[in-house]
């Protein structure tokens, strides 16, 4: 047990401020400061850890991202390094895709009214609005290329989207890179245990023959990209891309491999646990289950992922600028 003195070995400190400080010093002060601004401070230092490591980093990336503006900064994380593997919700795909092929999204407001915007073909994400009759018209291209193109096979998601981001590419001469392209460039992997589960689904069910995803390969995939090697998570929220990361090191064990689960973790959370779903999930619960490395180093910042995502890529690119 902590002496007395010990527990009041560090003092708090004030930040200070001046024109000009970068990300990276504000992220350093912050680190003496309290609350989530500690946390987010610490969250640069552990993915900073983990990239001098060796550390090989699966990104989780939930809701809609891309729409919401991060779309070019995770294709940087892609490009340069900074991550290894990105389990992604369809719609964060579908948005990047969407962007890519020349298509915008839009500033808007949450006090609107949604009839009216019903009216005029336009969905709303919060404060962004996106025009319908494109979405649907992407819908319909991403299911005419899947029958045209695609063998009459099942196809695990990363092979699916490593398909559809050449093609894209192809098709756009690199001019907007995205997540997609990007990843398929660098034949980086993407998973999508979800993807029915979005406007990629939709896209394929209206093409003419039917298309059979083999997400249990995806599963095998992911545990045999982690074995043997000391992983980092970087949760963008929870959902489905959560789980799906957090259950490697469980397909790991199964596969009769030793492993003392991931042993760096950060998360970027608004949910809370008591409800007892796995977006408010706690690091401490999942390592109950094996899945997260109850000696390693773990960060927990509660915050909009618009908000912490770029200012923690930030500093640790101006810590790491060549970190691959």
């Not at 340069?80 to 999204?105: Q, R």
């Amino acid at each position: 047990m902590p002496s007395r003195e010990e527990y009041m070995y560090h003092r708090t400190e004030p930040i200070e401020l001046e024109p000009g400080l970068s990300t990276d010093e504000l992220l350093r002060r912050m680190e003496k400061i309290s609350f989530q601004g500690r946390q987010l401070a610490r969250a640069a230092r552990v993915w900073e850890t983990a990239l001098e490591s060796g550390g090989f980093v699966m990104m989780g990336l939930a809701g809609a991202m891309t729409a919401a503006g991060m779309r070019s900064l995770v294709a940087t994380l892609i490009e340069k390094g900074y991550i290894d593997c990105l389990v992604a919700t369809g719609a964060n795909l579908f948005h990047d895709i969407y962007e890519s092929m020349g298509h915008h999204h839009f500033l808007g407001s949450p006090e609107v009214d949604d009839e009216e915007l019903f009216s005029h073909n336009l969905d709303r994400i919060y404060d962004t609005y996106a025009d319908e009759r494109e979405f649907e018209s992407l819908d319909h291209w991403i299911g005419q290329w899947a029958t045209e193109s695609l063998e009459d096979r099942p196809y695990t998601t990363r092979e699916f989207i490593f398909q559809l981001g050449l093609e894209i590419d192809r098709l756009t001469n690199g001019a907007v890179p995205g997540i997609v392209t990007t990843a398929a460039r660098h034949n980086f992997p993407i998973y999508c245990p979800a993807i029915g589960d979005s406007s990629i689904g939709l896209g394929l069910a209206t093409a003419s023959k039917n298309f059979v995803f083999d997400v249990i390969e995806d599963v095998r995939e992911t545990g045999k990209l982690v074995v043997g090697k000391d992983t980092m998570v970087l949760y963008c929220g929870g959902g489905t891309p959560k789980n799906f990361i957090q259950q490697t090191e469980v397909t790991v064990k199964l596969i009769s491999r030793e492993t003392s689960g991931h042993k760096w973790a950060v998360q970027f959370i608004t949910d809370s646990p008591q409800w007892g779903g796995l977006s408010g999930c706690t690091f401490s619960e999942a390592v109950s289950w094996g899945k997260i490395d109850p000696h390693g180093e773990q960060v927990t910042v509660h915050c909009d992922t618009t908000i912490a995502l770029p200012v923690v890529a930030s500093a640790v690119m101006s810590r790491m600028p060549k970190p691959r």
